[in-house]
């Protein structure tokens, strides 16, 4: 009876430290500069009767905090919604969503023209929900938070412009052409440059953010480590799988820097080079391994040649040996396609494209041998291990990602 009893009592005690912790998020001790309360109140928000707010309300571009709580009555799929919307052409910046399946998928914001998704996850938000989403900048970063969970920042500044904040309106990138209808925005509350906002369990020096450009989004360290060195590693979401256990194992031994990105067309204007020429310029790199394949299952022979993919591997190549040169490069194979999951749950075979990842992968090499670039056989350590596979066609379970990781690291020698 006395466990039973102290088990309440606990479970009460850590509901109150629960409580206590989610009031702190966004606790703000100066007063706002503008408030919602003081000009109306709670409003009833759409393309047609959006809020504008002041440009002079947001004097500071490199540090403000806006809090807005915003109620979404209707959820309706393939629908927009602007959560606020500050941008002018290439100035400036927006936050918006758009809704999938009646769940709000990830948060965009728009930075100086360019558009990024910045939640780490999934948004979900359901219908007759209140949401709180935070936009603050703190020395030219420029962080997104919903709920009090932090989601991505970005180490620019957005530039200047004169326009005011928008709440609703027109989409910050005109699609989808549909407006999620029935939104209320309970509140908004701005501060100035007098105090920085954190939220709940973060650290307030983030040790990662994300620079960003046209075309580009780096995972970079906000202050590079000195005397340690730096790498770059490029790639898709495969690259996204190993990324855990590959940090884990350079913590504190090198700077990392990750682009998650392909190609987007074959040929050597499909690699965009000024985009890994600005990349390359982010860091003095020690190591760059690289990899594209999996976006590109497209490239069947009968729509891309072989001398396409050739001159996409080529381009990709000598731009990152131009513009990294004192750089270490390796070139990670494109890993299996794979069969989906049986009725048991199991991958027991390869993927009926897995013919184009060998075709692929077999050019791969052939330039890479002539660019003299070392080469770590992803493909061949995933294929002996298929029952680490994820079973949707395309990834895999922690212990690929894993072997991965630790290729990667033997072949740098670190």
């Not at 294929?383 to 922690?398: I, P, R, T, V, Y």
Request: glycine content about 8%; aromatic content about 10%.
């Amino acid at each position: 009876m006395k466990e039973v009893v102290m088990r309440k009592v606990f479970t009460v005690f850590a509901l109150v430290l629960v409580s206590a912790v989610q009031a702190g998020v966004g606790k703000m001790a100066s007063r706002p500069v503008w408030d919602l309360a003081d000009h109306g109140g709670a409003r009833s928000i759409s393309r047609a009767a959006a809020l504008e707010v002041p440009n002079a309300s947001l004097p500071n571009v490199t540090a403000f905090t806006i809090e807005m709580k915003l109620k979404f009555n209707d959820m309706q799929p393939d629908c927009g919604f602007t959560v606020c919307d500050q941008s002018v052409t290439q100035t400036g910046w927006g936050l918006w969503f758009t809704t999938i399946r009646g769940h709000g998928c990830p948060l965009m914001l728009r930075l100086n023209g360019e558009n990024y998704v910045c939640s780490h996850a999934f948004v979900k938000a359901q219908a007759g929900e209140t949401h709180t989403f935070v936009v603050t900048a703190r020395k030219g970063w420029i962080v997104v938070y919903k709920d009090g969970r932090v989601q991505k920042s970005f180490m620019m500044s957005a530039t200047p412009n004169l326009a005011p904040l928008k709440v609703g309106g027109p989409h910050v990138t005109g699609v989808p052409k549909k407006e999620l209808s029935g939104v209320v925005l309970e509140s908004l509350r701005i501060w100035d440059d007098a105090e920085e906002f954190w939220g709940v369990g973060e650290e307030k020096k983030p040790l990662l953010g994300y620079k960003a450009g046209r075309g580009w989004l780096v995972n970079a360290p906000v202050e590079p480590v000195k005397g340690v060195p730096n790498v770059l590693y490029y790639g898709d979401s495969i690259s996204v799988g190993y990324s855990t256990p590959f940090r884990r194992l350079l913590k504190e031994k090198a700077n990392l820097y990750h682009w998650m990105s392909f190609l987007s067309s074959p040929g050597a204007k499909g690699v965009g080079v000024t985009r890994f020429e600005e990349v390359c310029r982010l860091a003095d790199y020690d190591y760059v391994v690289f990899n594209n394949g999996l976006h590109s299952l497209s490239w069947t022979p009968d729509k891309v040649s072989d001398e396409e993919i050739r001159s996409s591997y080529a381009t990709l190549t000598q731009t990152l040996k131009r513009c990294a040169p004192h750089a270490k490069i390796f070139y990670l194979t494109t890993t299996p396609h794979t069969a989906k999951k049986n009725a048991e749950g199991k991958v027991v075979g390869l993927g009926e494209k897995n013919d184009i990842v060998q075709r692929l992968n077999r050019i791969a090499l052939a330039v890479m041998k002539a660019e003299g670039i070392p080469v770590i056989d992803g493909y061949a350590l995933c294929e002996k291990e298929l029952d680490w596979a994820a079973g949707d066609q395309f990834h895999w379970k922690a212990p690929a990602y894993q072997l991965l990781a630790e290729s990667i690291v033997k072949a740098f020698g670190l």
